[in-house]
């Protein structure tokens, strides 16, 4: 059965990449394994059909035969799971692989995404400038420590694995901020990701399918 994923109609970054089924396009593309996409607009995230699928109205999704998963962290470890590539062969190397997975969505993302939300939601307030102050000092202590552990190995553990497909994920939300850039060995892992042949297919389709919808 062919995969298909559910991707935003015009995504409100812009076409720049980071929204979340960009994760599970690269992972799909890591794995060689085809897949179709279903764009949807915002309205159509919040109607039945969709909710079918997704309880909280967001994407991706995604559907192979009977299966319907959402959560991208999910649906990229479920891809891990099934097909090689992304996933040491060592069930120790398995494990840490997918600690590094936890890690890139709740330890690190949590704070990067606080900050994205107190900009959006706060940069009128009064409060802001201290609020932005404090969620930067939390992100830096957590890409220390990250750079810490990096050192100047190529990737978190070993070969190339959804630890560090996440992880890269995870860090290009900070791109142009000015905090990756603190930690020159995180900035040229970041980078690394980029440069993958699947990395470059999975924006490229993304871009497409924005730059289609946008003409529209």
Not at 136 to 148: G, M, P, T, V
Request: no cysteine.
């Amino acid at each position: 059965m062919m995969i298909t994923i559910t991707a935003f109609e015009r995504s409100p970054d812009g076409g720049k990449g980071l929204a979340r089924d960009m994760r599970v396009r690269w992972a799909l593309e890591e794995v060689g394994q085809p897949y179709d996409v279903r764009l949807l607009s915002f309205k159509a995230m919040k109607e039945p059909a969709h909710l079918a699928l997704n309880p909280f109205g967001q994407i991706p999704t995604y559907e192979e035969g009977d299966l319907a998963l959402f959560e991208s962290g999910a649906i990229v470890l479920h891809i891990a799971e099934r097909h090689a590539g992304l996933l040491p062969d060592d069930a120790n190397g398995r494990a840490r692989a997918i600690a590094w997975m936890f890690a890139a969505l709740t330890t690190i993302e949590e704070p990067i995404i606080d900050r994205e939300a107190a900009r959006y939601l706060e940069g009128d307030k009064p409060w802001f400038t201290q609020r932005l102050r404090i969620v930067d000092e939390r992100i830096r202590k957590r890409l220390r420590e990250l750079s810490a552990r990096l050192g100047d190995v190529e990737w978190l553990d070993g070969a190339f694995s959804a630890g560090d497909l996440e992880m890269v994920s995870v860090l290009l939300r900070l791109k142009g901020s000015g905090l990756l850039e603190e930690n020159p060995n995180l900035s040229a892992y970041v980078a690394r990701g980029e440069a993958r042949p699947a990395y470059k297919r999975a924006f490229e389709a993304q871009l497409e399918a924005f730059t289609t919808a946008s003409a529209v």
